[in-house]
């Protein structure tokens, strides 16, 4: 059974830093067309944060790009949202998502991440 497990949300004052893990078990990564992180904040819609694709590439949402930046280890079917310099409006639920695995979609259940002034 397909799963992704995030951890390492918590709470921190703006201008620190945070790293979001995920892991997958039951399907590995490189069988998928993208992987990455989205967010969602009180009162708001999901959001892309980053998702890294089969070719390699990396997209950031204009309100991240220079803070977060996306990592994976295939071999350890791991990924990883280093987040530094946070601010109040990163304040959400984060998700690890898969899309594409093979027919296949997946997300984790959330970690939280408060960052206070």
């Known amino acids: 059974q397909e799963q992704l497990v995030e951890s390492g949300g918590g709470s921190v004052q703006a201008g620190g830093s945070l790293r979001l893990t995920c892991s997958a078990s039951g399907f590995l990564f490189v069988s998928c067309g993208g992987t990455g992180w989205y967010r969602q904040a009180p009162g708001k819609e999901r959001e892309l944060v980053s998702i890294f694709n089969s070719n390699g590439e990396t997209t950031y949402a204009d309100s991240v790009k220079g803070r977060f930046t996306f990592s994976r280890d295939n071999d350890k079917n791991i990924q990883w949202l280093q987040m530094n310099n946070l601010k109040t409006e990163d304040t959400a639920v984060y998700y690890c998502?898969?899309?594409?695995?093979?027919?296949?979609?997946?997300w984790g259940q959330g970690v939280q991440v408060t960052v206070s002034s």
């Open positions: 998502m898969a899309v594409g695995c093979r027919g296949r979609n997946s």
